[in-house]
């Protein structure tokens, strides 16, 4: 079966030059993308495909529940090459519903090292649970902290020094969080939009209110 995913290769390849001869060519001598793409690396959400950007077009950071772990030296890399060395404009962090990852996180299954990935989403879920213990259906529970999630993570990025010192130097950058819907394919956007450490401080503020 292996040997399908060579021939796919292939064909992709050859389907991309008849279409545009020097596309290959174009995309050997420049990354110029505008947009970092923080996602889950849930294989169901491809990030290129479902925005419709082609390679290069799009840089892309994926790991379990989307997170944006401020000691994750992975995550820490590819945002400081991004903002630094690429010049993305649009940080995305997208969530999507149904996240097993967010699932695995509210249930009370051990599963090993995945439990200390997820220990960020454990974590929100208390902070919340006078909230989420009102749903009765756990997909909503689940879908819910989701959500919540995506905020969490948005605010850890706008928190996080690259971003800041960005913003002091005076680079136009801006910070996105949206979730996506597996049974249908669209985006939701959950207007968390942060342009400045001011943003930061009063998404911040709409949470505590939210809380009280």
């Known amino acids: 079966m292996i040997e399908s995913l060579l021939n ?10 008849r279409a545009d001869s020097q596309f290959f060519r174009r995309l050997s001598e420049q990354q110029s993308p505008e947009y970092l793409w923080i996602g889950c690396s849930d294989s169901r ?22 997170l944006a772990p401020p000691r994750d030296i992975n995550f820490l890399s590819v945002l400081q090459y991004s903002v630094e060395v690429l010049k993305v404009r649009h940080i995305i962090v997208c969530g999507h519903y149904g996240c097993g990852g967010v699932r695995a996180a509210l249930d009370t299954e051990r599963r090993g090292l995945i439990d200390h990935w997820l220990q960020p989403v454990t974590e929100l879920a208390r902070a919340h649970a006078d909230h989420l213990d009102t749903i009765t259906d756990f997909e909503g529970r689940v879908n819910l902290t989701c959500e919540l999630n995506v905020r969490a993570q948005v605010e850890y990025v706008g928190r996080n020094p690259f971003v800041a010192d960005a913003w002091r ?43 009280a």
């Open 8 to 17: 796919n290769n292939m064909a992709w390849a050859s389907a991309r030059v």
């Open 45 to 66: 959400v491809p990030a290129n495909e479902i925005v419709g950007l082609d390679p290069g077009e799009l840089f892309v950071h994926r790991n379990i529940a989307n």
């Open 169 to 211: 130097r005076g680079q136009k950058l801006a910070v996105h969080g949206w979730i996506y819907s597996i049974r249908d394919g669209l985006l939701h956007d959950l207007e968390l939009t942060i342009e400045n450490a001011r943003d930061v401080d009063a998404l911040v503020r709409r949470r505590w209110s939210s809380n």
